[in-house]
């Protein structure tokens, strides 16, 4: 599997950005979809996941309620829509694959497949 992520940018505290990942290969077999992301000097950290079967959708408590991460089966492709972007958001952002379907989601090492990464800055 392949992911390629795009759609970082600069954007000003309280704009938007919309992020976009496209798989390509065998992604028939895959469970989830994942967005990570890691800041300078931080760990990588959860962000919003979303499950292939059944659309189940799983957020981190520092943006739930601003941020939506949603699909495009016949795409293969999973979007995150980032809203009222704070300067705490800043961080290269990255999408993740699975075959994995137990409950700890939020752990890179469960993922099987990253993509690039997408550098999003948002200024204060």
């Known amino acids: 599997v392949q992911l390629q992520a795009s759609g970082g940018g600069l954007v000003q505290a309280g704009g938007s950005l919309r992020l976009s990942c496209a798989a390509s290969?065998?992604?028939?077999?895959?469970?989830?979809m994942t967005w990570f992301r890691q800041a300078p000097g931080k760990e990588r950290e959860f962000v919003a996941a979303?499950?292939?079967?059944?659309?189940?959708?799983y957020y981190a408590d520092s943006v739930e309620g601003r941020f939506t991460i949603s699909r495009d089966s016949a795409k293969n492709s999973v979007y995150l829509q980032m809203n009222s972007l704070k300067p705490e958001d800043t961080a290269v952002y990255y999408c993740?694959?699975?075959?994995?379907?137990?409950?700890?989601?939020?752990?890179?090492?469960?993922?099987?497949?990253w993509g690039q990464g997408t550098l999003v800055t948002v200024s204060s």
């Open positions: 290969g065998r992604t028939f077999s895959v469970y989830r």
């Open positions: 979303i499950s292939w079967s059944d659309n189940s959708k």
């Open positions: 993740a694959a699975t075959y994995y379907a137990g409950s700890s989601y939020t752990r890179p090492p469960q993922y099987d497949y």
